[in-house]
């Protein structure tokens, strides 16, 4: 898998009043990425951010996508909530109508869906809920992209309906040797140098470290990084630096899928 092109996609506007998460500088970090997953109000984000991070993206080329999660603010959406599969599917048509209105409202459309934390494990490996989001996303928004894990039950979903679905990688993520991300809720401080040395690695090769010590097959079309990781602006001047030198073109997803 040696890519040519590839998207940069970052978790923004992931505050909530005049509450923001330490170290995270979405002024900056939307300069290095190609597109924005935005806080839709139930794990964070209020009215008034979703607008200014809407228009921020706008401003600066970038990629808008919704960013649904559990409703739960407390515990940042990444604890998984019980409930029936409509009521869940609701939450997230709830949430993804909000950036669609704050998109129209900035001249934009809605580029992509990506769910939060513990809803987008879930999703993961939950069947007949990813068929249910699946579904709601073909009646409402057909062209819009989903963004998952490759080996997902969300992808393998996705791409039989025909729904536009875009993998990824986690540049700032571990990975187990079944290809899935190690879903963590505390990530130290990292070395920014070691994690875009992983991304051009896996870029060129198809290749991921796991933390059993194997080496495992990923194929993606954007790369993840966290706002709320330590030091996540260093990792992303890292990251479009280490792109660059290697020849890789960073483009948001609407122009990787043609539009």
């Excluded at 280490?242 to 960073?250: Q, V």
Aim: with cysteine; aromatic share 8%.
């Amino acid at each position: 898998m040696a890519v040519q092109a590839i998207d940069v996609n970052c978790d923004m506007g992931e505050g909530f009043g005049v509450w923001q998460l330490r170290e995270t500088d979405d002024d900056t970090l939307i300069q290095f990425v190609s597109s924005a997953n935005i806080a839709t109000g139930f794990h964070a984000g209020d009215p008034s951010l979703m607008d200014r991070t809407v228009r921020m993206a706008v401003e600066h080329g970038v990629g808008v996508g919704a960013h649904p999660g559990y409703r739960d603010m407390q515990g940042f959406g990444r604890r998984r909530i019980d409930g029936s599969i409509p009521e869940l599917v609701n939450d997230i048509v709830y949430q993804v109508g909000a950036i669609r209105e704050f998109a129209k409202r900035h001249g934009t459309s809605l580029q992509h869906v990506k769910p939060h934390g513990a809803l987008y494990m879930e999703l993961a490996v939950n069947e007949e809920f990813s068929d249910a989001f699946v579904r709601y996303m073909r009646e409402v928004q057909p062209d819009t992209a989903i963004f998952c894990m490759g080996m997902s039950v969300t992808y393998e979903i996705a791409k039989a309906a025909g729904q536009p679905v875009i993998r990824e990688f986690f540049a700032d993520r571990d990975y187990a040797d079944d290809g899935s991300i190690v879903f963590t809720r505390r990530v130290g401080r990292l070395d920014p140098e070691a994690i875009a040395e992983k991304v051009v690695k896996a870029c060129r090769m198809g290749k991921v470290a796991t933390v059993n010590g194997n080496e495992v097959d990923i194929e993606f079309e954007s790369i993840c990084f966290h706002s709320d990781t330590l030091g996540s602006t260093e990792i992303a001047t890292a990251l479009r630096r280490h792109l660059t030198e290697s020849g890789i073109r960073i483009v948001p997803v609407s122009q990787m899928l043609g539009r």
